[in-house]
């Protein structure tokens, strides 16, 4: 795919197209002046819940990598003590359970709540409101909250947006003779087609028990278990837009501002000055347990992507290609809209595409990196791996390894108009070799 010939407005155009939906009665923006609730209870005789959350809708403010700073509205678990997250806080549950979300409204505009793919999870909360959804959680996978409210994207891009998690029901390969490590996958297996399961299955059991991807027994994949956003195998990347001129319509404890010459056609007056993973940038981005996986060779990690603004984005990775394992089907005609799409064919790619609404999952496997040489550099020097060398000091390259992520769309590596690199920029790190986490816990 080329760019040329298509201005900035024009892919914008083609990115976020897809995502309105013409004719809705209500415009975002509006406010009600509403004294009542709405009925929105979950029924008195619905099944008890296995799982329950509550999140509240209010606003905050963030500082940009440049001194900019923004207003944004947010969720927040009603009993993380105040603190309001931009994304939301990551939501995990098991494929299966009875979910239950209290959605609380602490704003003075309707809002609305639900998550891609799960019908059930829809609502609308008034002001100063709460509402109930419950829903049976789908297929294992990565799927996203959000608000959008009257079919409008506005409230997301302002920062109404956070990840649900669903971990599959029954998503450990089979021990074989020639298996001898059952291997945790991301999907339920059960659920599957032959080819992807064959594909999945053949990738995790494959993690730690090949020349390639070593480590044994303990070279596999381990999820984030708790409500954790992240754990060391496991990151959740938001990749989202930011136009302050929408987030200046958000005056905090207030109303949101009417201005429909801007949110009348958000598609065409959307101007991204701000290209953020997890609702920061460039120098910001440089650490940071949520984003950066620092990690040892065997410790392959999972990054749970989602795009949740109206730009395309082309993230790419150096020093290890990544293994593409799953993305969202984004095409409201079909009947499977929403849902989690697993490959049946894992490809290894370098630069991967992030369409808005896109969710993937790729595994960065942490195996030892094809650019470093083989075999020693001098003849004189003695025989071995190069990289082992290098784990033993006995080359000059010292540890943590770093290696860059960037965005291949250019636009989106800046910052405030044209700050490079501060855009969608972060890095991972090799910390060590196989087995440096145990050495290195050992040491302490
Ligand atoms: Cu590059």
Known sequence: MTDHGLTRRDWLKLGGASLLVAGAATAPGDVFAQ??????????????????????????SSTFVDGESVNLLAFRLASANGVWKVPGPTLRVTEGMT???????LRKEMHSFEITGIPQSKTEVAPNCSCWVQFTAPVGGTYIYHDAFANSPLYRLMGLHGVLV??????????????????QTPYSLDTLTTAQRNAITKVFNALGTTDRFLGGAEGKWVPCTDDSDYSFQEKVWVMQAIDPRFQALIVRGQPL???????????????????????????????????????????PTLIRMVNVGITHHSPHIHGNHVLRLSQANLDPASPDFGKVQVADNIFEVDTWSMWPMERRDILLPFEIPPDIPYKPLLATDPQGLQFDRM????????FPLR????????????A???????????HWEIMGGLGGRKLQTAQL
Do not use: W
């Open 391 to 398: 784990v033993s000091r006995q080359a000059k390259e010292p």
């Open 257 to 299: 501002m009417s201005a429909p010459q801007l949110t009348g056609d958000i598609v065409n007056n959307f101007v991204p000055r701000y290209f953020q993973l997890n609702n920061r940038s460039g120098f910001d981005l440089n650490q940071g347990e949520d984003i950066c996986p620092d990690n040892y060779i065997g410790e």
């Open 99 to 105: 979910v239950r979300i209290k959605i609380t409204n």
């Open 416 to 426: 405030g108009g044209g700050n490079y690199p501060q855009g969608m920029v972060t």
């Open 35 to 60: 004294d009542t609730c709405q009925v929105c209870n979950v029924p008195a005789d619905a099944a008890p819940p296995q799982k329950t959350f509550e999140l509240e809708i209010g606003d905050t």
């Open 166 to 183: 669903v971990m599959p029901l029954n998503g450990v390969t089979k021990k074989t003779a020639t298996n001898p490590y059952p291997s």
């Open 403 to 414: 290696y860059v992520m960037h965005d291949h769309c250019e636009m989106a590596t800046t």
